[in-house]
């Protein structure tokens, strides 16, 4: 993992505060891990705070999403279990230009992000409620054109213009560490 800092200036009311944030950075490689889905819940299980970072193949995009709950890789069965949070959101950074981007806050809190049961965790990756999610019948998602956006409206406003499912050419997860001191 690679480790890094950054400082982040927050007005709340007249007074300005700087938050110390910094991450680490999960990184997932193809010659490694083949960008299987299972090798998410493997390294991401109890890891809270984390951005998932997806390069749409052949559209210059980048979405994502924040999750401030933990991955839980741990649930039994067949029956995938929603959470609740109000600060979850997902995003769409378009084209390299940062005024086309579109950053969509959760609308439903109680459908906030999606956590797979074992069961389904060699096909499925991280689950922003049922609008955005990563998914591979071949278990690599460079191989399937499986990942999904729907606007089923968990989420304020839509991140794509188009609801055709896509593959993904790369992806990361940054874990987000609030007052990073990199001593």
């Known amino acids: 993992m690679v480790e890094s800092g950054f400082v982040c200036s927050v007005r709340i009311g007249n007074s300005l505060t700087k938050i110390v944030l910094g991450c680490k950075i999960i990184d997932f490689t193809e010659s490694i891990n083949e960008f299987a889905p299972k090798t998410f819940w493997d390294i991401c299980n109890g890891h809270a705070s984390t951005v998932v970072i997806m390069e749409v193949k052949g559209t210059n995009e980048i979405l994502g999403g924040y999750n401030p709950l933990i ?5 039994a069965g067949y029956n995938n279990r929603l959470e609740k949070t109000d ?3 997902i995003f769409s950074l378009k084209n390299g230009n940062i005024q086309n981007s579109i950053l969509s806050r959760v609308k439903f809190s109680d459908k906030a992000i999606l956590n797979i049961c074992k ?3 060699h096909n499925n990756d991280p689950r922003f409620g ?3 999610y990563m998914h591979s019948p071949s278990s690599n998602f460079t191989l399937d054109n499986n990942s999904v956006y729907n606007n089923n409206g968990h989420y304020e406003k839509p991140i794509r213009t188009t609801t055709d499912n896509f593959p993904i050419v790369d992806y990361e997860v940054f874990k987000i560490i609030r007052n990073f001191d990199p001593r």
Do not use: E, G, T, V
């Open 71 to 75: 991955w839980d890789a741990n649930i």
């Open 87 to 89: 600060d979850s959101f």
């Open 130 to 132: 049922y609008d955005l």
């Open 119 to 121: 069961n389904y965790q």
